[in-house]
């Protein structure tokens, strides 16, 4: 609930410190394993994580911090069952926005790891979770549940590097 300008300042440094934190997580995240952020914030409010203007604004301020194109997926509102994404072309992150979604990843494809198995989590309001390129990824969220996938692009390999 917002009562003036203070409370409008305050909600917007929480804001910030949300993406700042998924920022970090995600650079550190790059290249590895499934993860899930615990943040300390909230994350940022949206009127409807179906309407492509709250989510590309979200993936917009993310690929600034990144660096990084950052582009949000369409959800399709009519059908908020079970969503296979199939095998991921680049990184995804999956934030939870309200309530809690199952998902499972599958290891990459081309993975020589044996012993890596399918991960299973219940991501609920406020986590995020990191998914690797060419993992597999299902979602089954919650009736009501409200989430968001952003697509993150490969990081930028410098010329001079």
Request: hydrophobic share 40%.
């Amino acid at each position: 609930m917002q009562w003036g300008q203070e409370d409008q300042e305050h909600e917007l440094a929480g804001e910030s410190e949300y993406l700042l934190e998924l920022a970090a997580f995600l650079s550190a995240r790059s290249g590895g394993g499934p993860a899930i952020l615990w943040t300390d914030y909230e994350p940022p409010a949206t009127d409807d994580p179906f309407m492509a203007q709250d989510t590309a604004t979200l993936a917009a301020r993310l690929s600034a911090l990144l660096n990084r194109t950052v582009r949000a997926l369409p959800q399709d509102p009519e059908d908020p069952h079970t969503s296979p994404m199939g095998q991921a072309q680049s990184e995804l992150v999956v934030l939870q926005l309200f309530s809690a979604t199952d998902i499972l990843v599958g290891a990459p494809t081309d993975s020589t790891d044996v012993h890596r198995v399918p991960l299973a989590v219940r991501l609920r309001g406020g986590q995020a979770l990191f998914v690797p390129c060419r993992s597999t990824c299902t979602l089954r969220p919650e009736p009501g549940s409200r989430h968001a996938v952003l697509q993150i692009s490969t990081p930028r390999v410098s010329a001079y590097s």
